[in-house]
């Protein structure tokens, strides 16, 4: 027998919750934005919203489904089934938080507070819920297969990102490694920077872009399902050990970056989430490249 779906809900804490935890009460957290030139209406009118489309949501969960929450904080220790139609209720770079965690589960993003998010990813308001999660689990359902990024170590650790991939120092040191194509005659060059980013066409929007139009690049960013990635090696420092020729290009769907540590630690993390990075230490080496899983993002 097989089981019914399970709707998982993702969410996360509010702007306003975060002011209720650090300062007691609405009223202290109120005097202490007051102090400062702010008030907290509108923190508080955008928590109302955010409460209020979790639990329009929750209700159009079909009545033989299964349901559940996760937080944010707490992805990493949520274990997702095949079976579960995830909704995502927030904003962009929610969906991406959680992305990282599924193995090819069906995505519905829906937007707390229109107008203020981008609704990139976010793409539905919380009406719409009900049909579009009726509509997952039908074949033939509409989504898109949105391109991800990974970085496989040498001891099997491996991370999944939405957006990019981030390899480098912690705290603002230089990161020391040798990097090069995932290729046993092709040499690797010896580097010290402040890190090197592996993104994709979703990823084209934020941090990625930055770089590329830092660089003046005249490599054509990716779409979202484009399965390319571009990559950057942030301020790289050219010195009688390192060099420097070697700091941007294009990776599809069969070519992949090598980078070997040649410092004491190098930290791997996706999507701006550090809490759940790859540490990896001397001597040890990581591929980087095009993930054979995607998101599915409901249209």
Do not use: C
């Not at 996760?70 to 969906?95: H, I, K, N, S």
Request: no cysteine; hydrophobic share 40%; proline share 6%.
């Amino acid at each position: 027998m097989s089981l019914a779906p399970r709707a998982v809900l993702v969410h996360r804490t509010t702007e306003y919750e975060e002011l209720l935890v650090r300062y007691g009460t609405h009223g202290q957290a109120a005097f202490v934005l007051a102090g400062r030139g702010r008030s907290i209406n509108e923190v508080a009118r955008r928590h109302e919203r955010t409460r209020r489309a979790l639990a329009d949501v929750a209700a159009a969960v079909p009545l033989q489904w299964r349901h559940s929450r996760v937080e944010r904080a707490d992805l990493d220790r949520f274990l997702f089934a095949p079976e579960d139609v995830v909704v995502v209720v927030g904003q962009d770079g929610l969906v991406a938080n959680a992305a990282k965690y599924l193995t090819g589960q069906p995505v519905i993003g829906v937007d707390t507070d229109p107008g203020r998010n981008p609704g990139v990813l976010v793409r539905h308001r919380p009406a719409d819920a009900g049909a579009l999660m009726r509509a997952a689990v039908t074949p033939g359902g509409r989504a898109d297969e949105l391109t991800m990024v990974e970085a496989v170590a040498d001891d099997t650790q491996r991370l999944l990102a939405l957006n990019e991939i981030y390899l480098g120092p912690p705290g603002h040191q230089t990161a020391r490694y040798r990097l090069g194509p995932d290729s046993a005659d092709s040499p690797a060059e010896p580097q010290a920077s402040s890190g090197v980013l592996v993104g994709t066409g979703t990823g084209a929007t934020g941090w990625l872009r930055s770089l590329w139009r830092e660089r003046g690049s005249g490599l054509a960013l990716p779409g979202p399902a484009d399965p390319r990635l571009l990559w950057f090696v942030r301020e790289a420092w050219p010195s009688p050990s390192t060099g420097t020729s070697f700091t941007a290009g294009e990776l599809g769907p069969d070519e992949a970056l090598r980078l070997t540590v040649e410092s004491d630690r190098v930290v791997v993390f996706g999507d701006g989430m550090e809490t759940d990075a790859l540490e990896l230490t001397w001597g040890q080496s990581v591929r980087l490249g095009v993930s054979e899983t995607s998101l599915r993002l409901a249209v």
